[in-house]
């Protein structure tokens, strides 16, 4: 892969993230510090991060940086979806850069349209081979790549203890 230089604006961010993830002393600050650590790397307008219940196929919002528009403890049921067996079930990244591909993936997608939103990357959580949650990227333009994948697997890579303990405080594994 052809890849760029990391500027030191980006490799500060990473540094401060892994400091965080060391001492800090709950989920939330985490969460922030990835959300913080992404604008470096990846353009987005909204970043969320959802635990998933594999029981119940539902994804459960634990961070958004829009608490506005949506808020913590909003859910969703995934299950018999295309999406959810992409992301949830088989653990592959969703990037979406169309308005029919939101419209046919997210219930929600009259709102994310109202937003000014028009593009969606979603990856997987996961350890041991099984979903925990996602980390979320939406902007107003189509502009996910490959480039912003590499660095979205990184950055979920930094939300598996979190996230695993926020689905259930007693198996972070």
């Known amino acids: 892969m052809n890849h760029k230089p990391v500027s030191d604006q980006t490799l500060a961010q990473l540094m ?97 349209f109202e937003l000014g939103l028009k593009s969606v990357m979603n990856i997987p959580v996961r350890i041991y081979g099984r979903t925990k949650g996602t980390l979320n990227f939406l902007n107003d333009v189509s502009v996910y790549d490959a480039r912003d994948l590499e660095w979205g697997l990184f950055l979920a890579a930094q939300l598996i203890g979190p996230v695993s303990i926020e689905n259930n405080p007693d198996d972070i594994y």
């Not at 989920?27 to 970043?47: G, Q, R």
């Not at 859910?75 to 088989?90: C, H, N």
């Not at 653990?91 to 308005?99: A, D, Y």
Request: hydrophobic fraction near 35%; charged fraction near 30%; include cysteine.
């Open 16 to 112: 401060s993230l892994t400091g965080t993830i060391a001492e800090a002393e709950g989920p939330d600050e985490i969460f922030a510090s990835v959300a913080d650590a992404a604008k470096s790397c990846i353009d987005y307008k909204l970043l969320t991060i959802m635990a998933f219940d594999a029981e119940s196929m539902r994804v459960k919002r634990i961070y958004s940086s829009n608490p506005d528009a949506y808020p913590l403890g909003g859910g969703k049921g995934k299950r018999d979806t295309l999406w959810g067996r992409q992301v949830l079930i088989e653990g592959r990244p969703f990037i979406s850069t169309t308005e029919e591909d939101i419209r046919e993936n997210f219930d929600d997608h009259n709102f994310i």
